[in-house]
T-cell receptor
Framework: DGGITQSPKYLFRKEGQNVTLSCEQNLNHDAMYWYRQDPGQGLRLIYYSQIVNDFQKGDIAEGYSVSREKKESFPLTVTSAQKNPTAFYLC????????????FGQGTRLTVV | AQSVTQLGSHVSVSEGALVLLRCNYSSSVPPYLFWYVQYPNQGLQLLLKYTSAATLVKGINGFEAEFKKSETSFHLTKPSAHMSDAAEYFCAVTDYGNNRLAFGKGNQVVVIP
């Protein structure tokens, strides 16, 4: 089945450690996105990529890094520089033009203790 | 940059009553607008989208939305709420030129039996 897979679903890390969240899609979509979700804040864009080997900062990129070496994969690293990393992280992909919908993964809940 | 505004973070509705969720957009050009639904600890699922083909858009689960350019609005409605409609709903807009997808802060819908 085509879709987006985020792993793991739950992730616990100690403060000061970097952690990488996985996002894989088999929809052959060019664009991929990372969002952070906090209660009452909606979805805030961290990074997005429109093609392989290219990505742009979103609204809250500080403390995060990404790579896009393959079309199918867009991993997100939460670095120790991110001051408040505990959140729900959502990955999405989008094919076609600006009128096409994004497809979302099931999310990763990261807790930093 | 295009953006959307959703007012009233929590919306309570009685079972069988009208569901009305408001979304206003800011855009100087015809926008591409979307409504998504999110169930607890899951990703987002598309309810419907506006792409200028018709001002009244029908979506899944009995939801529909009407695009009103004069009011810069794209409100979501459902004539009769069901318990299964309890979820969080997000309005989103595509940002022209960079393919960003920007979300509102969401409405948490509670259905009262």
């Amino acid at each position: 089945d085509g879709g987006i897979t985020q792993s793991p679903k739950y992730l616990f890390r100690k403060e000061g450690q970097n952690v990488t969240l996985s996002c894989e899609q088999n929809l052959n979509h060019d664009a991929m996105y990372w969002y952070r979700q906090d209660p009452g804040q909606g979805l805030r864009l961290i990074y997005y990529s429109q093609i392989v080997n290219d990505f742009q900062k979103g609204d809250i990129a500080e403390g995060y890094s990404v790579s896009r070496e393959k079309k199918e994969s867009f991993p997100l690293t939460v670095t120790s520089a991110q001051k408040n990393p505990t959140a729900f992280y959502l990955c999405a992909s989008r094919g076609g033009g600006m009128n096409t919908e994004a497809f979302f993964g099931q999310g990763t809940r990261l807790t930093v203790v | 940059a295009q953006s959307v505004t959703q007012l009233g973070s929590h919306v309570s509705v009685s079972e069988g009553a009208l569901v009305l969720l408001r979304c206003n957009y800011s855009s100087s050009v015809p926008p591409y607008l979307f409504w998504y639904v999110q169930y607890p600890n899951q990703g987002l699922q598309l309810l419907l989208k506006y792409t200028s083909a018709a001002t009244l858009v029908k979506g899944i689960n009995g939801f529909e939305a009407e695009f009103k350019k004069s009011e810069t609005s794209f409100h979501l409605t459902k004539p009769s709420a069901h318990m299964s409609d309890a979820a969080e709903y997000f309005c989103a807009v595509t940002d022209y030129g960079n393919n960003r997808l920007a979300f509102g802060k969401g409405n948490q819908v509670v259905v009262i039996p």
